[in-house]
T-cell receptor, first 113, second 111 residues
Framework: ETGVTQTPRHLVMGMTNKKSLKCEQH?????MYWYKQSAKKPLELMFV???????ENNSVPSRFSPECPNSSHLFLHLHTLQPEDSALYLC????????????FGEGSWLTVV | EDQVTQSPEALRLQEGESSSLNCSYT??????LFWYRQDPGKGPEFLFT???AGEEKEKERLKATLTKKESFLHITAPKPEDSATYLC????????????FGRGTSLIVHP
């Protein structure tokens, strides 16, 4: 238990579906992150929120839409995805200050069919 | 631009055969260096944070060390359950709290 919980753990969706990934952290952190990890590829930073404000959007396609209603919750809304979007999506959090460790959730495995 | 290079990309060891993983970094000012272990299909699990050159931290068979240019993760007498991908990340000074990750080292320990 890392204090960062992601749901669902596994998701299969069609290219025309709309779904959402949810992340909740119980660590009192201020910054929350979405990363994408494809098979045999390094971590790709997607979005960063600090105190609910988006501070980083790493040129992510608009079919991925993040939402951060408060410092404890982060969503990734998915629509009209492509098969190449199939990957492990990781949520993470830290205090949003220098030298502060980032903690990850277990990830959500997404398969787009 | 901050850079993190991990080597080797993959490492195969026999059980009990000690070795080291390397993480070389280039940052404008190091605020923290982090090591993680990642099992297949799971999120990275935090292992250590190092803040300054000369610092060392240990956990079971793992020991992390830090110099001004690189960090080593030493694995002493590894067991098959140590098989995983080990990730290194750095955080630079200048107000950014977002870490830069390396590509990882895939470790397989054979019984």
């Amino acid at each position: 238990e890392t204090g960062v919980t992601q749901t669902p753990r596994h998701l299969v969706m069609g290219m025309t579906n709309k779904k959402s990934l949810k992340c909740e952290q119980h660590l009192g952190h201020n910054a929350m992150y979405w990363y994408k990890q494809s098979a045999k590829k390094p971590l790709e930073l997607m979005f960063v929120y600090n105190f609910k404000e988006q501070t980083e959007n790493n040129s992510v396609p608009s079919r991925f839409s993040p939402e951060c209603p408060n410092s404890s919750h982060l969503f990734l809304h998915l629509h009209t995805l492509q098969p190449e979007d199939s990957a492990l999506y990781l949520c993470a959090s830290n205090r949003g200050t220098e030298g502060n460790t980032i903690y990850f959730g277990e990830g959500s495995w997404l398969t787009v069919v | 631009e901050d850079q993190v290079t991990q080597s080797p990309e993959a490492l195969r060891l026999q059980e009990g055969e000690s070795s080291s993983l390397n993480c070389s970094y280039t940052v404008s000012g190091l605020r923290g260096l982090f090591w993680y272990r990642q099992d297949p299909g799971k999120g990275p699990e935090f292992l250590f944070t190092l803040y300054s050159a000369g610092e060392e931290k240990e956990k079971e068979r793992l020991k992390a060390t830090l110099t001004k240019k690189e960090s080593f993760l030493h694995i002493t007498a590894p067991k098959p359950e140590d098989s995983a991908t080990y990730l290194c990340a750095v955080q630079a000074s200048g107000g950014s709290y977002i870490p830069t990750f390396g590509r990882g080292t895939s470790l397989i320990v054979h019984p």
